[in-house]
Each structure stands twice: as structure tokens, then as C-alpha cells.
């Protein structure tokens, strides 16, 4: 498990991107063919555009009700 993140007042300046591009090539190198990001929030519309504009899609759907 990896987790980061860009802070907002880092956020637009391709910091993301580049991490993203790093990140990939790295884990093409091990050997790794895929990579899962775990909890975006559904509401979360600029991570979701962002993770799209990478090229990553939705797999999975996770839903709750609170009781």
C-alpha cells in the first residue's frame, strides 16, 4: 500500500502528474501490471477528473447506509 497526497496549495502545478508518471514506470520495472486507487470518495469530482485525465477508469462500486 501506497498512499500520498498534494497538498491544496501544491495542487495544479503537475505534481500529481509527475508523481503518477513516476510511480508507474516504477512499478512497470517490478513487474507490476496494474494499479488500484482504493477510496475516492464519489463526490470528489477534481480527484475522479484527475485520475481519469491519467487514463485510470472506475471498477468498482462501493455503497453504504448508515443504521
Do not use: P, Q
Not at 6 to 19: A, D, H, K, P, Q
Amino acid at each position: 500500500t501506497l498512499i500520498f497526497n498534494v497538498t491544496s496549495r501544491y495542487r495544479g502545478n503537475g505534481i500529481g502528474c509527475e508523481l503518477f508518471r513516476l510511480l508507474e514506470s516504477k512499478v512497470e520495472e517490478w513487474g507490476i501490471d496494474r494499479i488500484l486507487i482504493d477510496e475516492v470518495f464519489a463526490k470528489n469530482n477534481s480527484a475522479i477528473g484527475f485520475y481519469k485525465s491519467l487514463g485510470y477508469g472506475e471498477k468498482y462500486l462501493t455503497m453504504e447506509k448508515k443504521i
